[in-house]
């Protein structure tokens, strides 16, 4: 599976942002999906994560109640939708993709098989 991230910007503090990652090759439909964002000095970092149902999501309590994930399979896509955007949020975001991933490593990036290039995300005024 090839990932690419798209959808970046820079945008102001309580600005609207949405990412898209959209996947070619392998059975999409059947993959956890994750995004993370990585700062410079810093740890990537885990934001989002849905079964491949497109059924449970999970979210890092930084971004919980303002970021939305989100999967259409049959456009092979995930989707990130962000809101009330604020500078903490500045990273480049990277989506990620593997068969079944088990609970308690979902925010774990190693638990990811398939990464596709980040897009930058800049939120300053």
């Known amino acids: 599976v090839q990932l690419q991230a798209y959808g970046g910007g820079l945008v102001q503090p309580g600005d609207s942002l949405r990412l898209s990652c959209g996947a070619s090759?392998?059975?999409?439909?059947?993959?956890?999906v994750g995004w993370f964002r990585q700062s410079p000095g810093k740890e990537r970092e885990f934001v989002a994560a849905?079964?491949?149902?497109?059924?449970?999501?999970y979210y890092a309590d930084s971004v919980k109640g303002r970021f939305t994930i989100s999967k259409d399979n049959a456009k092979k896509t995930v989707y990130l939708q962000m809101n009330e955007l604020k500078p903490e949020d500045t990273a480049v975001y990277s989506c990620?993709?593997?068969?079944?991933?088990?609970?308690?490593?979902?925010?774990?990036?190693?638990?990811?098989?398939?990464w596709g290039q980040g897009t930058q995300v800049t939120v300053s005024s």
């Open positions: 090759g392998g059975t999409f439909s059947r993959y956890d």
């Open positions: 990620a993709a593997t068969p079944r991933v088990i609970l308690s490593a979902i925010a774990v990036p190693s638990s990811y098989y398939y």
């Open positions: 849905m079964r491949w149902s497109g059924g449970a999501s």
